[in-house]
């Protein structure tokens, strides 16, 4: 069957894993808005820290959050194609499928929002001359 897909001539190993990797990042980058936004709000983030010369403990959370919230719309994207694939026509459990992993992606962007609070706290604190034992 002739496919524009270049999985045969890639082969199957640790190179090959990564070209799928970067194809699937590629083809959301292309067709998800939500995960652009995403990339801007980590970039704005990511500026931030770096002006208030953040500690390697906050790089440590913000990181982990922002990847967090990048694999659960990568996730989310590839269950909605799925779903889609599945089940071209409308039914409530397609919908419910969708659904919970919109959820997923909230619960994560919730979590990195706790995230980037608590740090501003810790770093405002700090710059405002909080004891050590209060921050």
């Given at each position: 069957?002739?496919?524009?897909?270049?999985?045969?001539?890639?082969g199957?190993?640790?190179?090959?894993a990564f070209g799928?990797a970067?194809?699937g990042?590629a083809?959301?980058?292309?067709?998800?808005?939500?995960l652009?936004?995403?990339?801007?709000v980590?970039?704005v983030?990511?500026?931030?820290?770096?002006v208030a010369?953040?500690?390697?403990?906050a790089w440590?959370?913000?990181a982990?959050?922002?990847?967090?919230?990048v694999?659960t719309?990568?996730?989310?994207?590839?269950i909605?194609?799925?779903?889609?694939?599945a089940s071209?026509g409308?039914h409530?459990?397609a919908r419910?499928?969708k659904d919970?992993?919109?959820?997923?992606?909230l619960i994560?962007?919730l979590?990195a929002v706790a995230?980037?609070?608590l740090?501003?706290a810790?770093?405002?604190?700090?710059?405002?001359?909080?004891?050590?034992?209060?921050i």
């Amino acid at each position: 069957m002739p496919t524009s897909d270049n999985r045969a001539r890639r082969g199957h190993g640790l190179a090959a894993a990564f070209g799928y990797a970067f194809d699937g990042f590629a083809a959301a980058w292309q067709t998800q808005p939500n995960l652009r936004i995403h990339a801007v709000v980590a970039a704005v983030v990511v500026a931030a820290g770096i002006v208030a010369r953040l500690p390697l403990w906050a790089w440590t959370a913000i990181a982990f959050a922002i990847a967090l919230v990048v694999t659960t719309e990568l996730v989310n994207t590839a269950i909605e194609s799925l779903v889609d694939l599945a089940s071209p026509g409308e039914h409530p459990l397609a919908r419910r499928a969708k659904d919970v992993s919109a959820a997923a992606v909230l619960i994560s962007v919730l979590g990195a929002v706790a995230v980037g609070l608590l740090i501003a706290a810790w770093a405002a604190a700090r710059a405002g001359g909080a004891s050590p034992g209060m921050i």
